[in-house]
């Protein structure tokens, strides 16, 4: 299989995202809401809010769904940076503008991710946006590893 096939591409980007949510999310979950479920006031902010068993199993298969929709979107993004189907300049090699620039448009591109993200979640607050898809995201009482994608 060719590694900048699109197919490939999308592949391992909803597994990456997939093997995150679940080392990531699985370790907190059992560390924290298995392990020391009996001394919430020890950890959790809001120690008299629970999810229920129901709620807890429906946000893992909502992030498992949500982050295999989003790793199918960047992967498909990424094969077309790689087949130039974007005019977007991404460069792959420091030296071609150095590591101060690097580290500049690093910086540039976070902080632009990051307000896209308030925009999109401030959207989705939006009356028909927000009784037809986001309102799952707010039925959940309390936090945990997996309502954070949920």
């Not at 068993?53 to 790793?71: E, H």
């Not at 940076?81 to 460069?91: A, G, N, R």
Request: glycine letters at 6%.
């Amino acid at each position: 299989m060719e590694t900048d096939s699109w197919f490939f591409l999308v592949l391992t980007s909803v597994l990456s995202g997939l093997a995150i949510l679940w080392i990531v999310g699985g370790y907190y979950h059992i560390r924290y809401y298995m392990l020391r479920a009996h001394e919430p006031e020890t950890w959790k902010c809001q120690p008299k809010r629970h999810l229920r068993p129901d709620q807890v199993r429906q946000a893992m298969r909502l992030s498992s769904m949500n982050l295999v929709i989003g790793g199918a979107l960047s992967g498909t993004f990424i094969w077309a940076l790689l087949h130039d189907k974007f005019p977007i300049p991404v460069y792959l090699e420091v030296a071609e503008y150095g590591w101060t620039y690097t580290i500049f448009s690093s910086l540039l591109l976070f902080l632009l991710v990051d307000g896209l993200a308030y925009d999109a979640h401030r959207l989705l607050h939006v009356r028909v946006m927000f009784k037809n898809l986001h309102c799952w995201h707010h039925r959940y009482v309390a936090t945990s590893p997996f309502v954070v994608t949920a």
